[in-house]
């Protein structure tokens, strides 16, 4: 039996966002992954310069063991396709796990999966929660019930080590995170509200109008 | 003025390898992003189950100021194909930087440029460095001149952002780390050395052929 995995991916995704899991969770012994996107074909990242084959339609996976729904500036057109918001409701309610990275916790928001829950989601995002009925919190994960947010890009990948201990046990974990050799060591303090201002006007420039929604 | 940015990919990449680098490199201000291949088209992943996209065949790229080599499974086919070694060759040749994550390091030694440096890439290859006459450390980063390699997998994204530093200076460089919320909590150690004796049994089955190389 395998664990059957899909990514939905979208034009304007973040890439890290969704190979980060990916690259954990295939791992993971007998998974089957698949990039699922509204049709086949190439799907292009935030900054164009990057393609992604999306292998599967949605309309051709109608289920899923988890379901991983990254972010990126694109989600803001995922969330206004109502197609693609049922598909999400239709595979979260066959899934193990429902996890997002970034802001893919919006798209799980408008797709009412994250009502009455706890979430987060990238900083710049994080009040947006609440439109959807979601309490926001400032932890890197979420798990609530079945439901696992990742904070912003890079939690991706403490979320799905995260998924794998609970999946796999804490060896297969561990194994997976020694194989990436995931021991970081970051140059620089990563926590937006601890930043100098000159930092955070250089993420004003970086992130647009994401960061005024927040502010 | 753009700052030009060559990835290679390949079929066998480790997605992580590139999109680390890439969403961090992506960032700086006035950089122009290129993934090149052998030829045009999707390569696929050491899984197989995700496609990127070569924009450009290698014959169509003449230059780089930055080249990044990512490693996977798929690097030993690289390092038998003398037409790409040689296109590996004439970028450097034109490189304010030449790198490499994980196996990408065994391309680069391969193609010469490690010849009498330090260098690093993932664990279980490290040995393999010395038949490129390349000294293997067990830093995270080397850098030597203008060649930068990276430890293994996820080392990327530090590598990254150790490059971005130098480009564009620390505000610029924090200002991207925070903005991919990059403030890691690794569940377990990932340091293999220090690993179990049934946690470094399941990197035998993960990584196969490759751990007997270094054993």
Redesign the interface.
Known sequence: MSLDIAFLIFDGV???DA??P??VL??IPNT????VGETRG?KRNQ?G?????A?RAMTEVDRADILVVPGGFGEEEVRKNPAMLEWVRAIHATTQWTTSV?TGALILGAAGVLKGLEATT??AAREQLRSFGATPVTQ??VEQGKVITA?????G??MA??LS?RIAG???????????????????????ER??A??KT??QQ??GHRMQMSQ
């Open positions: 973040m890439a890290l190979i980060g990916y690259d295939s791992n089957s992954i698949t990039f190439l900054r310069s990057l393609g992604l084959s292998d970034c990238h900083w890197r994960i904070a912003g890009v890079s939690a990948i403490d080590l995260h201990r804490d060896e297969v974990a561990q194994a997976i995170q020694v194989g990436i050799e995931y021991d970081p060591q970051p140059p620089f303090d990563g926590v937006y930043a100098s000159p930092v250089l993420l970086m992130l």
